[in-house]
C-alpha cells in the first residue's frame, strides 16, 4: 500500500514511528509537508501535485497542526475527493480543532464536561463568571494546544483581567469550570476505532495547574474505568474520528470531557503505557482502507 504521513516535519517523533512501523509492514511510505502541496480542483480529476508531481496514495495519515488547520484539511479534503482513504477526514479534524464546535457537539450528544461560557461582548463577562460556577475558572483560547493559551484565574478579578486582556487582542476563548478535585490531574485515553488502546494519568508540574507533558507534567499508566471507556469512545466518535486523543478529568460528578485532539503524539502514550499504538493505527488503516477499496471495486 502507498501511504502519505501529511506533517509538516519528518523528524517528529510520532511522524518517524508511524514511517518506521508502516515500512515494517512492507508499506511504501512518504512523508508530505501540506504547505508545499496545491491542489487542482476538478470534478472529473481532483489532484494534489506536489513541487513537480501529482500525488498518488491509497491512504494518508493527517499530522497537521493546529496552525495549519485551515490548509491542511483543504489538502485531506482533496484526497478524499479523489477517493483516498484518510485516517482522519477532514470534517472530523475541523470539528476537533474548533473547541467551541467541540464543545458544542459534545453538549449535543449529552456526554459529560465541565460548565462551559462563552460570549462575544464584553458586556458579558460577569455572566461569563457566573455561568460556570464563579472563580477558580479557566479560560482557554480556541486555538490553544499544548497547554498553551489556557489561563487559571484564581479570583474574579483575575478572571476579569484575563478576559478583557483576550477580548484586546480580539482573541475568541471559552470560560470553563476549575474541577478542583482533580487536583491538577488528568487521563489521557487514546481511542483507535471502537477501542481505548492505551491510557495515562497526566499530573502537573508543583504550582502549575496543565497536566500537558509539554508543560512539564509527568505520565503514569493507569486502568480507567468502564464508564471512562465508553465516554472516551462516545466523544471520539462525536466528532467522526477514527484516532482521537481524549482528555478526561474526574470530578466529584464523574469523568469530564476537556478535549477531543484529532492528532494525538505516539511519545507519551508508548512510553509510558508500553504499548505500541503506532502499530495499531497501521493495523486501523490497513482493514479500513482494504473496505473502503473493495466496496468502491463492488460499486463499479
Known amino acids: 500500500m502507498k501511504i502519505g504521513i501529511l506533517s509538516r516535519d519528518p523528524q517528529i517523533h510520532s511522524t518517524q514511528r508511524l ?8 508499506h511504501e511510505v512518504r512523508v508530505v509537508d501540506v504547505l508545499s502541496c496545491f491542489m487542482n480542483i476538478n470534478p472529473n480529476r481532483p489532484e494534489v501535485h506536489y513541487r513537480d508531481e501529482i500525488l498518488k496514495f491509497d491512504a494518508v495519515i493527517p499530522r497537521i497542526g493546529s ?29 476537533a480543532r474548533d473547541k467551541l464546535r467541540a464543545h458544542q457537539i459534545l453538549a449535543r450528544k449529552g456526554l459529560g464536561m465541565p460548565s462551559t461560557s462563552f460570549a462575544h461582548s464584553t458586556q458579558n463577562t460577569a455572566d461569563l463568571i457566573n455561568l460556570v460556577g464563579g472563580p477558580p475558572l479557566v479560560v482557554k483560547l480556541l486555538q490553544s494546544t499544548q497547554g498553551r493559551g489556557v489561563v487559571l484565574a ?41 477501542k481505548v488502546v492505551a491510557s495515562m494519568m497526566r499530573r502537573a508540574e508543583e504550582g502549575d495547574f ?35 486523543g481524549v482528555d478526561l478529568v474526574r470530578s466529584e460528578r464523574g469523568a469530564l470531557i ?20 503506532a502499530s495499531l493505527m497501521i493495523e486501523h488503516l490497513e482493514k479500513n482502507a482494504a473496505m473502503k477499496k473493495n466496496s468502491r471495486e463492488n460499486k463499479g
Open 154 to 194: 484564581e479570583t474574579k478579578k483575575a478572571a476579569e483581567g484575563v478576559i478583557q486582556a483576550f477580548r484586546g487582542l480580539d482573541a475568541h476563548f471559552l470560560v470553563q469550570e476549575f474541577i478542583k478535585e482533580s487536583g491538577g490531574a488528568d487521563i489521557r485515553c487514546f481511542v483507535i476505532g471502537d
Open 19 to 26: 514511517v518506521s512501523v508502516a515500512r515494517e509492514r512492507g
Open 67 to 95: 496552525s495549519v488547520t485551515f490548509y491542511g484539511t483543504a489538502v485531506v479534503r482533496q484526497f478524499e475527493m479523489a477517493g483516498v482513504y484518510s485516517l482522519n477526514g477532514s470534517l472530523a479534524i475541523v470539528r
Open 210 to 244: 496543565r497536566s500537558n507533558l509539554h508543560s512539564g507534567g509527568s505520565a503514569e499508566k493507569i486502568k480507567i474505568t468502564p464508564t471512562e471507556r465508553k465516554l472516551a469512545v462516545a466523544a471520539s466518535k462525536a466528532m467522526g474520528l477514527q484516532v482521537a
Open 258 to 277: 476537556l478535549e477531543v485532539n484529532s492528532s494525538p503524539g505516539l511519545q507519551g502514550i508508548e512510553r509510558t503505557t508500553g504499548k505500541d499504538v
